[in-house]
């Protein structure tokens, strides 16, 4: 199947500085792409979808200003959390759909994930 | 509103059959995934049901009732390597899926 890369796996940062997580696409254009947030236990949380070339959409009560994200091209979109603090330490995931497979129905395709810790 | 319900924790044996339930309720439906997930890290794909009936995938099947709005995982043969959350997944109309907290199954020996 189709591969999402992401990186980092781990990251520690101290309060209040930002924190970029990339996700790319290995062998596939993603015009669209989608970054959740899960916490221990819970379910994944849809925060935003990556569109390239244009704005993210994010989802209701996601502040787009402190989740920046960027979607500069067709196999790379970037999350950056800005001023983090520990309450947003938590296990960020990207996913995207390989559009051979079904650009609306196709499977989603996660990166391995990315644990943020804010100290 | 949109909801699944699934139960949130389950045991089975090593060797054994066990079937992972899950009802839902969305606005508009475009099929239903289930989804892996082991402890630490993401989600990988398992099944993809969007008419009635049963797809069989080697040790997996995966059930799809429409009008019920049910589904079921059915895993065979039960592996150690199996102990994981299986998150059931359904999609709405505008194609987005509706995650709920998924079954935490656990193999015991």
């Known amino acids: 199947g189709a591969v999402v890369s992401q990186h980092p796996s781990w990251v520690i940062c101290k309060s209040g500085t930002s924190v970029k997580i990339e996700c790319r696409s290995l062998?596939?254009?993603?015009?669209?792409m989608f970054w959740y947030r899960q916490f221990p236990k819970q379910s994944l949380m849809l925060m935003a979808t990556?569109?390239?070339?244009?704005?993210?959409?994010?989802e209701q009560g996601v502040e787009k200003d402190k989740f920046l994200i960027n979607h500069a091209s067709l196999t790379l979109s970037t999350l950056t959390v800005t001023s983090a603090h520990p309450e947003d330490s938590s296990f960020y995931i990207c996913?995207?759909?390989?559009?051979?497979?079904?650009?609306?129905?196709?499977?989603?395709?996660f990166g391995e994930g990315s644990r943020l810790t804010v100290l | 509103g949109q909801n699944i319900d699934q139960p949130t924790e389950m045991t089975a044996t090593e060797g054994a059959i066990v079937q992972i339930n899950c009802t839902y309720q969305?606005?508009?439906?475009?099929?239903l995934f289930w989804y892996q997930q082991h402890a630490g890290e993401a989600p990988t794909f398992l099944s993809y049901?969007?008419l009635d009936g049963l797809e069989e995938k080697g040790r997996f099947s995966s059930f799809l009732s429409r009008s019920k709005g049910y589904s079921y995982l059915l895993l065979k043969e039960l592996q150690m390597k199996d102990s994981a959350s299986y998150l059931c997944?359904?999609?709405?109309?505008?194609?987005?899926?509706?995650w709920g907290a998924g079954t935490k199954l656990i193999i015991k020996p």
């Open positions: 062998d596939f254009q993603a015009t669209t």
């Open positions: 997944a359904p999609m709405d109309s505008n194609y987005q899926l509706i």
């Open positions: 990556s569109n390239e070339g244009s704005k993210a959409t994010y």
């Open positions: 969305t606005s508009g439906f475009n099929g």
């Open positions: 996913s995207a759909r390989d559009p051979s497979t079904g650009q609306d129905t196709g499977e989603l395709f």
């Open positions: 049901n969007v």
